[in-house]
T-cell receptor, first 112, second 116 residues
Framework: QKEVEQNSGPLSVPEGAIASLNCTYS??????FFWYRQYSGKSPELIMSIYSNGDKEDGRFTAQLNKASQYVSLLIRDSQPSDSATYLCAVTPKGATNKLIFGTGTLLAVQP | SAVISQKPSRDICQRGTSLTIQCQVDSQVTMMFWYRQQPGQSLTLIAT?????????ESGFVIDKFPISRPNLTFSTLTVSNMSPEDSSIYLCSVEDLGTESYGYTFGSGTRLTVV
């Protein structure tokens, strides 16, 4: 079992729709959770971090964390073609709070 | 957010040679991290570099292959030694960014390495 799992996609959504990206992790002791966006040929850029169960909203983005079920999700409202990118989920494992373990990413394609 | 300058941005190298990648941060940071992203793969942590001490390497990575220097709190280098085509990857440095509204880690622009 991979430590951090994501559906590779592509996830295709029409412009203006809600894109839902999901991530599961195996280490129940994981403490911090991050969503990064990576455009082709570019380095990852941080979208959001979340540490507690529940929802965290920032503009069009909402991160959701459920530690009991060991999943974290990212919702993108009013999706735009410029949101088309690979979205990487990353977690910090218990006892290694400065180490990021990344999933393989979900490719999102927003259709105009 | 911290700003990281990484160079070179890309290079094509002959097998058996070495390449040194540099990262300069615009603020002092305790730890710097080096990641590798192989083609079509996600990011894997190579090592953590602290100023004044030896780098800590992750399983599967060794100092002889990936020596790291950390001479001060704003600069680090990663050398990829005795390269083979399997080393063709994107190499990224990263720092813990305490200044962001949403705490996280910032990445440099990456070095795209091709070994022929």
């Amino acid at each position: 079992q991979k430590e951090v799992e994501q559906n590779s996609g592509p996830l295709s959504v029409p412009e203006g729709a809600i894109a839902s990206l999901n991530c599961t992790y195996s280490d129940r002791g994981s403490q911090s959770f991050f969503w990064y966006r990576q455009y082709s040929g570019k380095s990852p850029e941080l979208i959001m971090s979340i540490y507690s169960n529940g929802d965290k909203e920032d503009g069009r983005f909402t991160a959701q964390l459920n530690k009991a079920s060991q999943y974290v999700s990212l919702l993108i409202r009013d999706s735009q073609p410029s949101d088309s990118a690979t979205y990487l989920c990353a977690v910090t494992p218990k006892g290694a709070t400065n180490k990021l373990i990344f999933g393989t990413g979900t490719l999102l394609a927003v259709q105009p | 957010s911290a700003v990281i300058s990484q160079k070179p941005s890309r290079d094509i190298c002959q097998r058996g040679t070495s390449l040194t990648i540099q990262c300069q941060v615009d603020s002092q940071v305790t730890m710097m991290f080096w990641y590798r992203q192989q083609p079509g793969q996600s990011l894997t942590l190579i090592a953590t570099a602290n100023q004044g001490s030896e780098a800590t390497y992750e399983s599967g990575f060794v100092i002889d292959k990936f020596p790291i220097s950390r001479p001060n709190l704003t600069f680090s280098t990663l050398t990829v030694s005795n390269m083979s085509p399997e080393d063709s990857s994107i190499y990224l440095c990263s720092v813990e960014d305490l200044g962001t509204e949403s705490y996280g880690y910032t990445f440099g622009s990456g070095t795209r390495l091709t070994v022929v």
